[in-house]
């Protein structure tokens, strides 16, 4: 019989030499080629590039584990083909402090992040410009000592050590922060009202006593930078007075604006007197401060929806002569059922104010 040549297999990868890789990184390679029935894969550092085989579609993963060089063997039929891998370190590309900058004296606590967060060394380095204000007492925690100079600065340096040379800095400066704010309350005002606020800021040498004031309902209420608010129409507004020194303390006052409603007219009346035929009748009020009308029309809820109309019989002195409807919608109705006389009135009720004006006890003569 004749012999057979046993054919030589040709082993090719989808990467070459040198693979660079950062830690942490993993990469696919494709074996290709002749006559690879069955081939070997191994890697002369686990430690630095671990490799998982996957044999039935002939290719195999490189996971970078540390830096490093490694070199990966493929094997098949006494034939082999090298895969140089090199690992790198991944570098430190920018540290990022999260606080403030406006501490009082004493322990506090700065917590740096490093970036990207799969960094391979993120051991930093903390300094100080100046020991005499601000220590560091651990680094790895991000703890300092801040002493008691009011009114002095220091500046942080916190350098990354994987040799990439990134740092960034923060400023310290030393203050006596603001613990609480009291305002003078004013709990309400007229429309067009003005006013200054005050507020008490504690400790009165609290080294930034600038507050930021601001309306949860300018529409209702503006309030300038230096706390004088000005009531443009009816409604409720919450002020609040925040420090800008960083404590965030903050105080807050709700105030109302009113109309200061105090007498109600019944709009289809005369001289206290009415007169009308059977029949239903649609009736409303206007309201007043003191000589100044402020609204008309209204059977039911005002146009701000802050004040609202009941109507009732105050007397019927002809056998329930009328009543006044009592389905929504219908309550301002008269209906004059038959001739005679009865007494009405109206009821507006502020809601801001919680308080009750009575129209005056209109009679109504009731004819055919």
Known sequence: MPIVAEKTPVINLSETSPLKLAEGESKEVIISGEHIDKFEVKSSNVNVASINVDAKAKKFVIEAKTSGTATITVSSGGKTTELEVQVSKIPVERIEIEAQHNFQPGNQRLTANVYPENASNKTLVWESSDTQIVRIVNPQT????????????????????DGSGVSTKHLINVVKLVQNITILAITQLGVGANHNLQATIEPHDATNTTLNWESSNPDVVS???????????????????????????????????VLGINKVTIDQAQDKTMQIKKGKHPLSVSIWHNNEKKEQGIMDKSKSGFGSVSWQIVSNNSDKAAVFGWKDGEKHILDAIKTGTVTIKAVYYDSLTGEHIDSDVITVNIEN
């Open 142 to 161: 991000g703890e300092i000592y801040i002493n008691p100079r009011y009114g002095a600065s220091a500046t942080l340096t916190i350098k990354a050590t």
């Open 223 to 257: 309030v300038d930078g230096q706390g004088k608010v000005t009531a443009l129409k009816e409604g409720r507004a919450t002020i609040t007075a925040q420090a800008t020194d960083g404590s965030f303390v903050s105080q807050s006052i709700e105030i109302k604006v």
